[in-house]
C-alpha cells in the first residue's frame, strides 16, 4: 500500500517525482501549466497540502514564542545577578564594600553608610560566604541582647557570630 506525497510545485520537475516514486510514495504536486504532457492531479488530496502548510506556520510562530520566552528568561537571570541594590548594582565597588563588611563580627549598624532592607542582607551575608541564624523582628526594650531594631543574625564566613541591623523590605 504506498501513501501519497503532497508535493509543492517546485517539485514537479521529473527527477523528484521519479524519486517519490522509487521511494513508494504517490507525488501529488500540481504539472506546470507548459507541461507537454500533464498528469492528473488529485485534486481533493492536493488541497489538503494547505492544512499541512497553516501547521507548520502555527508551529513557527510556537517557535517564535518559545525562543522569545528563552530570550526572556535569559535577560531576567541576568537581571536577577545584576540587581538593584540600595547601594547600586549588585556588582558595583559600594556594593561588594558593604558586602564584605559582613565578615567583620559584631554589630554593624550599617553597610558602607546604608542600612540594608531584609533580603539584601540575607542575601549579601550568603554571597559573603557566611550562614544566616535568624532573621528577628526587634526585641522589646530592656532584652538582653539591646536590638530593638529588626535585624539579622548570622556567622560569618570565618564562624564568628555577628548581627546586621535591618531595615524591612
Not at 559600594?94 to 563580627?105: E, F, G, M, S
Request: charged share 30%; net charge positive; aromatic share 8%.
Amino acid at each position: 500500500m504506498s501513501c501519497h506525497l503532497l508535493m509543492d510545485c517546485a517539485y514537479e520537475g521529473n527527477e523528484p517525482r521519479q524519486l517519490a516514486l522509487d521511494l513508494g510514495f504517490i507525488p501529488v504536486v500540481s504539472p506546470h501549466t507548459r507541461r507537454v504532457e500533464p498528469w492528473r492531479l488529485k485534486k481533493a488530496v492536493y488541497r489538503r497540502r494547505n492544512e499541512i502548510e497553516r501547521l507548520f506556520r502555527r508551529l513557527k510562530g510556537f517557535r517564535r514564542i518559545f525562543s522569545r520566552f528563552d530570550k526572556l528568561v535569559r535577560l531576567h537571570l541576568l537581571r536577577a545577578r545584576h540587581r538593584g541594590t540600595t547601594w547600586g548594582w549588585s556588582d558595583s565597588p559600594p556594593y561588594i564594600k558593604a558586602r564584605n563588611q559582613l565578615n567583620t563580627p559584631g554589630t554593624h549598624e550599617t553597610l558602607n553608610g546604608k542600612v540594608p532592607t531584609r533580603s539584601e542582607a540575607n542575601r549579601m551575608i550568603e554571597e559573603a560566604g557566611g550562614t544566616v541564624v535568624r532573621n528577628d523582628p526587634g526585641h522589646p526594650p530592656g532584652v538582653v541582647s539591646g536590638h530593638e531594631q529588626p535585624h539579622v543574625n548570622y556567622y560569618t564566613a570565618g564562624g564568628k557570630k555577628a548581627t546586621v541591623i535591618v531595615r524591612e523590605d
